[in-house]
C-alpha cells in the first residue's frame, strides 16, 4: 500500500466536504446549527441555568402528631434547586393543576408516613414489624423531565431524609409508586438531548458517502481511478480516513456549539476522548452503510433517497428522539446502532459513568461490532455490484 | 498484442474475434462509427474489462494475470470528460500524478509543462466545473499522461473540441510520438487518423475490416481518403450512425 495515494485521495475527499455546498451543509453547517438551534431553545446560554419545577405536594401526614418524618422530608425536597415545592389541600386540587400543567407531578405523602418510618427505626433489621406504605406520585406524563427524573429525585430525597446513605440497597418501609432508575440532578432538557447529538450528526455521514460514490461512478471517476495502479485498499483506506476525520471535525463541532450554549458535560478528559473514539467508530458504520446505499442506487438523486432507509431509523429510534418514544419503540431501538452511541454518551455525559463501567464497555463492544460488520459488507457489496 | 479477443455484454457480442499487434512507438488508430466496439477494445486493454476469450497482452504483460503490472505502463483518457468539478484543473492533474506514485518534483514539473503546452497555465488553479467544455477536455487529457507513460490510450480525445483545440490536441499527440511513446487512439474523425496514425485499424460491429497505413489503405481502395474506404468496406458513412 502506497501512503502517497492514500494521501492524495483523502485531500481530495476533505477538499469535497469543504468545496461542495452539500457535503459542507450536511456535514459541517448541519450540526453546528442543530446544535445551537436546541441549545438555544432547551438549555441556557452561557452556563448551566437552573431550571425549575413546580412540584405539588399533598400531605396527608399533616394531621398526625408529630408528623416529623414527613415535615423532614418535605424540608429536604424543598431545598432542592431544581423543584420548587406547592402544597395542596387534597388531591383533587392537586390534580386539577396537574392537568392544566401549572405543575409538573404530585406527591402524595401517605397519613401512615410517620408510623412507617418510626416503625423502620424501632427495628431497622426486622422487616416483618415494619408498617408498609406507598409514596404516591403522579408526573405529567408530556413533559420529559417529568417523566424521566422526577421519580428518581424523590427517592433519593427520601433516601437521604428517612434513611440515610446507607440503606439505598435494602428493603425499606416507605415505597414509592413506579420508581425509575434514572439518577438525575440539576439537568436540563437540553442535556438530556445533547448526547444524542453527536451521533445524529453522524448520521448524515451515510447520505455523503453514497451520494459521493454515485456521483463519481456517474462521472465515470471510479473507472478512471480504476484504470490507475492505485489498488481497491488504497481506495477505500482513503475513504474509511477522510470520512473518519469528518466525523471528528463533526463531533468537535457539535461539542463546541453545545457548549457555548452552556453544557456542560460531566466526566475528564479521558471521557470526552472515549466519547469522541466512539464517534469515529460509529462514522465507520456510516460508511459501511453508505456503500451498501450507493451499491443498490442508480444515480445520486436515488442514492439521497435510498440513504434514507439507513437514516430515518437511526434517527428516530437511535439518538434523542428515542427518549420520548413508546416502550415498544424503544425496543425496537435497540436494533439499531446509533441508540447504543447515545446510551453510552448519555451515560457518560448525564449520568457521570466512568468509561471502564459495565454499560458503556457493552456499549462500544455492540457499535465496534456492528460497525466492523457493516464497512465489510458494505465494501464487499460495493465491490462486487457497484462500480459500474 | 489482442488475439481472438471476444467480448459479449448478455446476448450483445461488442467484439467479436479481434486480432491485432501494435508495435512498441506505433501510433494506432482505432476508426469506426459509434457503438462499433472501440471504447470496450480500450476498457479491456486496460484492464477495466474482463474478455470473454481470448488473451491481450500489453507491454508484454497479460493483462488478466498482471493488471497491476499494465496499470503502471498505462495512461488512459476517456471519452468523456472524468474528472472532479471541485478540484482546480491543476488538482485533478496532481491528484493522478500522485495516484500514479509519481515522485514530487517529477510530478510539478510535468504538470506545468503539460499545462503550459494545453495553454492552461493561467487556468489551471480555476475549479474544473467552471471551464469550458474545451478546457475540461485537455485538463482530461493532461491526467491521463502526467506521469509520462509508455502506453497512452486516448479514446476520442478531441471529441466535441473546437478546431483550435483539436489542433493543439493534435500537436501534443505528435510530440508524445516523437518523444517514442506507444499511442492507442480511437476516432470517428476521419482527418484525425489520417494526420496522426501509423497505421490505422478499422472497427464495425466489433470485427476488424481492415487493417495498414492510412495511405496503404487509401491506394487499396483507390480512395481519395478514409471515408470512401470505410464507404467501400461497409457500404456506408462512418458518420451516419452517429
Keep these: 500500500m502506497k501512503f502517497q495515494r492514500v494521501l492524495a485521495l483523502v485531500k481530495k475527499d476533505l477538499k469535497r466536504l469543504i468545496r461542495e455546498p452539500a457535503a459542507l451543509f450536511m456535514i459541517i453547517l448541519f450540526p453546528a446549527m442543530l446544535t445551537l438551534a436546541f441549545g438555544l431553545a432547551f438549555g441556557g446560554i452561557g452556563g448551566n441555568q437552573s431550571v425549575t419545577y413546580q412540584i405539588g405536594v399533598v400531605n396527608e401526614a399533616s394531621t398526625v402528631k408529630n408528623p416529623s418524618w414527613a415535615q423532614y422530608f418535605l424540608g429536604n425536597l424543598t431545598r432542592l434547586e431544581i423543584l420548587k415545592i406547592q402544597p395542596y389541600p387534597s388531591n383533587e386540587t392537586a390534580h386539577t393543576d396537574l392537568v392544566q400543567g401549572k405543575i409538573s407531578a404530585i406527591i402524595i405523602i401517605p397519613e401512615n408516613f410517620q408510623q412507617s418510618a418510626d416503625s423502620y427505626w424501632s427495628a431497622p433489621t426486622n422487616p416483618s414489624q415494619w408498617v408498609n406504605t406507598t409514596l404516591q406520585v403522579y408526573v405529567d406524563s408530556g413533559s420529559m423531565f417529568a417523566t424521566q427524573a422526577i421519580q428518581p429525585i424523590i427517592q433519593q430525597t427520601l433516601t437521604e431524609a428517612v434513611y440515610g446513605h446507607q440503606t439505598q440497597s435494602l428493603a425499606t418501609p416507605i415505597q414509592i409508586s413506579n420508581p425509575s432508575r434514572v439518577l438525575a440532578s440539576v439537568t436540563t432538557t437540553f442535556e438530556f438531548f445533547a448526547p444524542g447529538l453527536f451521533a445524529f450528526a453522524s448520521i448524515f455521514l451515510t447520505m455523503i458517502v453514497a451520494q459521493s460514490f454515485t456521483l463519481d461512478r456517474e462521472l465515470g471517476l471510479l473507472r478512471r481511478i480504476n484504470a490507475t495502479p492505485t489498488s481497491a485498499t488504497e481506495f477505500m483506506s482513503s475513504q474509511v480516513i477522510s470520512n473518519m476525520v469528518g466525523a471528528l471535525i463533526q463531533a468537535v463541532l457539535v461539542f463546541a456549539m453545545a457548549y457555548a450554549v452552556g453544557y456542560r458535560p460531566k466526566g475528564d478528559f479521558v471521557t470526552l476522548g472515549f466519547a469522541f473514539i466512539l464517534v469515529l467508530i460509529f462514522s465507520l458504520c456510516n460508511v459501511g452503510f453508505g456503500l451498501i446505499t450507493a451499491t443498490l442506487a442508480k444515480s445520486s438523486g436515488a442514492a439521497t433517497g435510498i440513504a434514507f432507509i439507513f437514516i430515518m431509523p437511526q434517527m428516530f429510534l437511535g439518538t434523542f428522539v428515542g427518549s420520548a418514544l413508546s416502550a415498544t419503540a424503544q425496543s425496537v431501538g435497540k436494533f439499531v446502532p446509533s441508540y447504543y452511541v447515545t446510551d453510552a454518551l448519555t451515560s457518560l455525559f448525564l449520568r457521570g459513568a466512568p468509561v471502564w463501567s459495565e454499560t458503556i464497555l457493552f456499549d462500544l463492544t455492540v457499535v465496534s461490532s456492528v460497525s466492523i460488520a457493516a464497512l465489510l459488507v458494505g465494501i464487499l457489496l460495493f465491490r462486487e455490484y457497484g462500480r459500474t | ?242
Excluded at chain 2, 36 to 42: E, F
Excluded at chain 2, 85 to 113: D, Y
Design chain 2, 1 to 242: 498484442m489482442i488475439e481472438n479477443l471476444t467480448k459479449k455484454f448478455e446476448d450483445v457480442t461488442a467484439v467479436d474475434g479481434l486480432s491485432l499487434e501494435i508495435e512498441k512507438r506505433e501510433l494506432f488508430g482505432l476508426l469506426g462509427p459509434n457503438g462499433a466496439g472501440k471504447t470496450t477494445v480500450i476498457k479491456v486493454l486496460c484492464g477495466l474489462l474482463d474478455p470473454t476469450s481470448g488473451s491481450v497482452h500489453v507491454g508484454g504483460y497479460d493483462i488478466s494475470k498482471e493488471t497491476t503490472k499494465v496499470k503502471e505502463l498505462i495512461g488512459v483518457c476517456p471519452q468523456d470528460v472524468a474528472a472532479y468539478p471541485f478540484l482546480s484543473g491543476r488538482e485533478n492533474v496532481e491528484l493522478f500524478g500522485n495516484l500514479h506514485a509519481m515522485p514530487k518534483m517529477k510530478l510539478k514539473k510535468n504538470t506545468e509543462e503539460l499545462l503550459e503546452k494545453m495553454s492552461l497555465s493561467e487556468d489551471a488553479g480555476r475549479r474544473l466545473g467552471k471551464y469550458s467544455g474545451g478546457m475540461k477536455r485537455r485538463i482530461n487529457l493532461i491526467m491521463a499522461l502526467v506521469h509520462d507513460p509508455e502506453i497512452a490510450f486516448l479514446d476520442e480525445p478531441t471529441v466535441a473540441m473546437d478546431p483550435q483545440s483539436r489542433h493543439a490536441v493534435w500537436n501534443f499527440i505528435g510530440e508524445l510520438k516523437k518523444r517514442g511513446k506507444t499511442i492507442i487512439l480511437t476516432t470517428h474523425y476521419m482527418e484525425e487518423a489520417e494526420e496522426l496514425c501509423d497505421r490505422i485499424g478499422i472497427i464495425d460491429h466489433g470485427k476488424l475490416i481492415a487493417l495498414d497505413s492510412p495511405k496503404q489503405l487509401k491506394d487499396r481502395f483507390k480512395a481519395k481518403d478514409l471515408e470512401e474506404v470505410f464507404i467501400e468496406l461497409t457500404g456506408r458513412k462512418i458518420r451516419e450512425e452517429m
